[in-house]
């Protein structure tokens, strides 16, 4: 008999690689989804798809027991909001009535895995001796980071000893990501641009190798509340992926350094203007000083050493197959 996991957030971006690497485990997958999300794509994948109301812990333990999962991995967040009221609700709220559930249904739960981010700690001075590992403070930059943090004390003060992998990925690439894209757009245009000169250090995570270790935070025996960094395990400066899309699209580009304080007061026009809107604009204060934030090196040893987790993609092998994907399926022409 397969084992059950209920996975949140199946529809987004690390969702469909997510279901697809669940299933490959031989896993039945059901995947939580609202009822206008997009799920041709993953439809495949997914033995069945439930709507349960995520913030309603008294309806999700419900359909924890008729169900009885095994697995759950809560990967579902908001990553922009025009209030911080607004995500704190969502990547807080939801994750309390899950874990609340979770932990109060009687079924034969075995673990869950809740991805958090590496935004939650925040970055470090360029010259710091060391990476950025579990034991570091939390100091992050956004709101999307300081709703991170909030979730992650949130599951220390009212979960300590619930049977959870907290994951902290660094910045995720691969096919179907559409943030990160918008630079390869601008980069197929001919165009390498920076905000100001000072260097950084920067590190990122396949898709394909953080979904592997997401269902290993499920699979992989632990004791309690686990925390884990997650990256590729290496460290690049700010120009290694423009030097790679070169190298692959084999497209010449101009480097452009702009200053900045114009860049910042064009965060700031911007965040003026769309203050009535309900969208966020692309950049605004606090997105840029995360963009130029100076260390985002990760130690991800822990991770190795209790999950066995071992990246398969450098950012080089990575962008080659997220380019490739790009190019094949016309986001790129």
Known sequence: MKKKIFITGASGFVGSHLVEAAQALGLEVHAAVRKSSKIADIKPFVDKFVYPNMADAEELQQLFEAEQYHYIIHAAAMTKAKEESQMRQVNVGYTRAILTAATQANMPLERITYVSSLAAIGPIPYASERLIDESFPYQPLTVYGRSKQESELMIRQEFPTAPVSVM???????????????????????????IGRSPQKLSFIYVKDLVDVLLQGCIVPQEGLQFYNL?????????????????????????????????????????????????????????????????WGC???????????????????????????????????
Do not use: C
Not at 269 to 291: A, D, F, G, M, W
Not at 301 to 324: C, I, V
């Open 168 to 194: 902290r990925p660094t910045a995720v690439y691969g096919p179907r990501e559409k943030d990160i894209f918008i630079l390869f757009e601008t980069m197929n245009k001919g165009l390498d641009p920076y």
């Open 231 to 295: 990256s590729d395990g290496e460290v690049y400066s700010r120009y290694a992926m423009a030097d790679i899309f070169k190298t692959v699209i084999r497209k010449k580009l101009l480097r452009v350094h702009v200053p900045f304080s114009l860049v910042r007061g064009v965060a700031a026009l911007s965040q003026r203007l769309y203050r009535n809107s309900t969208k966020t604009p692309v950049i605004y204060p606090e997105r840029l000083h995360e963009l130029t934030a100076e260390n």
């Open 299 to 333: 130690d991800i040893s822990r991770a190795k050493a209790q999950l066995g987790f071992q990246p398969k993609f450098d950012l080089e092998q990575g962008l080659k197959a997220s380019l490739t994907w790009y190019k094949e399926n016309n986001w790129l022409k």
